[in-house]
């Protein structure tokens, strides 16, 4: 008897995987194209190339520049499921516009723990219906009288600038979260002025730890990770950040009564209300506000500081330019005066000084997306590729 039942479930299992050994063909047949790119080896089963992000202890910087100098672009990679990877802006214009990848890629998974429900990583059909609301804050009202802001922060920079004493980075985050804070919460928080601040460490901190997270398996998943070291000290840094924007909220809201909340007219947004357009919304909780808020302070501040350091060091390296970018805004806002916001479509020099360095030193070097169909690259149709979606 029990003879017979081992060679029925031996038959099954054969039958089993000669099943999706056929199906695994079909799917190698009916994408070739895709299969034939070159990958980095070694490709290990469960791992992929997991052994690739091991040796370059997880810096996707130095995985990614080792990738493109012996392997190849465009290539496949497996981390650890397949992965179309790219550089090709014609390529990247339609993956980017598609309509079937706006879906995160799979590796956003890390920022699942601490990003769950914003914007970043939201699924398709609720990032729509946020995005709509958050949008709202950045209308062009806002953003134009934003500008004033600058013109009363600027000065102060520009003084601690002179003085020569700070690292600049650390300079421009404090200024930036200024920004953030002024603009978008209403609340002057002056972290220009402190020698160091803990919020600014927490962002830095944070984002440090998190990306070591990618392509580590054990760190990857959320169960295991909070028993690392470092799933430990994000849980920690993140209820801090999270305890700092609460007692915002709860401010906020005790200052706001409802009948404030009616007279927030979305179409006449100013600024600083974001906060108020968010609180007033009937859908949102304080959970979500909070945590869409510390997505926003992180990438609305760390982003904006390093471009504009980044800036600073090429124009440094370049006198020739960083003389004509100082003519043009002489030269058109005149000397010491304020900057209104409908002069800066003038500033035609210095806006393609600023493109050139996003080009060239982008804070975002990397993005993703899933598909959740069939997308064609190219005019030659042949080519069919499918990013990391894995379905026969
Ligand atoms: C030089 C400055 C900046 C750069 C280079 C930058 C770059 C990026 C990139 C590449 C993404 C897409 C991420 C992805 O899909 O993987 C992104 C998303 C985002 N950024 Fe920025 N960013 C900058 C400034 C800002 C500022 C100032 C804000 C807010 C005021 C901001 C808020 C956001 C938000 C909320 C998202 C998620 C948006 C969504 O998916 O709906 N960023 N940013
Ligand atoms: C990776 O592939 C496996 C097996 O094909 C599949 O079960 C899994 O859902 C895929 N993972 C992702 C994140 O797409
Ligand atoms: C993040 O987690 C939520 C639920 O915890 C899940 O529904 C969602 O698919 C996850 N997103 C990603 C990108 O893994
Ligand atoms: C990890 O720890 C945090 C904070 O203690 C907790 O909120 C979260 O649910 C834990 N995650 C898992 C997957 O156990
Ligand atoms: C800078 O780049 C943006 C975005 O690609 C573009 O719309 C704008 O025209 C560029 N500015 C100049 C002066 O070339
Ligand atoms: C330098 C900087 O961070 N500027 C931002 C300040 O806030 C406005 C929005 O209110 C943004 O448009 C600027 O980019």
């Given at each position: 008897m029990i003879e017979i039942a081992a060679i029925l479930v031996s038959l099954l299992l054969i039958a089993i995987s000669t099943y999706s050994w056929i199906k695994?063909?079909?799917?190698?047949?009916?994408?070739?194209?895709?299969?034939?790119?070159?990958?980095?080896?070694?490709?290990l089963p469960i791992i992929g190339n997991g052994l690739l992000f091991y040796k370059f202890n997880y810096?996707?910087?130095?995985?990614?520049?080792?990738?493109?100098?012996?392997?190849?672009?465009?290539?496949?990679?497996?981390?650890?499921?397949?992965?179309?990877?790219?550089?090709?802006?014609?390529e990247l214009k339609i993956i980017l516009n598609h309509p079937d990848c706006l879906e995160k890629g799979s590796f956003y998974k890390v920022l699942n723990t601490t990003f769950k429900q914003t914007?970043?990583?939201?699924?398709?059909?609720?990032?729509?219906?946020?995005?709509?609301?958050?949008?709202?804050?950045?209308?062009?009202?806002?953003?134009?009288?934003?500008?004033?802001?600058?013109?009363?922060m600027g000065p102060n920079l520009i003084e601690k600038l002179k003085k020569n004493n700070e690292d600049l980075v650390y300079l421009f985050q404090k200024f930036t979260l200024d920004n953030f804070t002024e603009n978008f919460l209403n609340i002057n928080f002056n972290f220009l002025d402190e020698k160091e601040s803990e919020f600014v460490d927490m962002i830095t901190n944070g984002e440090k730890t998190m990306a070591r997270r990618i392509g580590n398996l054990i760190k990857m998943n959320d169960f295991c990770y909070n028993f690392t070291g470092?799933?430990?000290?994000?849980?920690?840094?993140?209820?801090?950040?999270?305890?700092?924007?609460?007692?915002?909220?709860?401010?906020?809201?005790?200052?706001?009564?409802?009948?404030?909340?009616?007279?927030?007219?979305?179409?006449?947004?100013?600024?600083?209300?974001?906060?108020?357009?968010?609180?007033?919304?009937?859908?949102?909780?304080?959970?979500?506000?909070?945590?869409?808020?510390?997505?926003?302070?992180?990438?609305?501040?760390?982003?904006?500081?390093?471009?504009?350091?980044?800036?600073?060091?090429?124009?440094?390296?370049?006198?020739?330019?960083?003389?004509?970018?100082?003519?043009?805004?002489?030269?058109?806002v005149g000397k010491d005066k304020e900057i209104e916001h409908n002069i800066l479509p003038s500033l035609k020099y210095t806006e393609m000084a600023i493109n050139e360095s996003l080009r060239l030193l982008p804070v975002i070097p990397y993005t993703g997306r899933r598909s959740v169909a069939d997308i064609h690259l190219g005019k030659d149709m042949h080519k069919i590729y499918r990013l990391y979606f894995f379905d026969v």
């Open positions: 695994e063909k079909n799917h190698k047949n009916k994408y070739k194209d895709f299969y034939s790119l070159p990958t980095p080896k070694p490709v810096n996707i910087v130095k995985v990614s520049e080792f990738i493109s100098e012996t392997v190849g672009n465009p290539c496949v990679i497996y981390m650890p499921n397949e992965t179309y990877c790219t550089s090709c802006p014609e914007l970043l990583i939201e699924s398709v059909s609720k990032w729509k219906k946020n995005r709509k609301l958050v949008s709202k804050g950045f209308n062009q009202k806002v953003l134009d009288s934003s500008v004033e802001s600058f013109n009363t470092d799933g430990r000290y994000l849980n920690k840094i993140m209820a801090q950040a999270f305890d700092f924007i609460q007692k915002i909220l709860t401010n906020k809201r005790l200052e706001l009564n409802e009948n404030y909340f009616s007279h927030v007219e979305t179409k006449e947004l100013r600024r600083g209300q974001l906060l108020q357009l968010l609180l007033s919304d009937k859908d949102t909780t304080d959970e979500y506000i909070r945590k869409e808020l510390v997505l926003l302070a992180g990438a609305a501040t760390d982003t904006t500081a390093y471009s504009m350091a980044f800036t600073c060091v090429l124009l440094g390296m370049h006198p020739d330019i960083q003389k004509k970018v100082y003519e043009e805004v002489i030269n058109i």
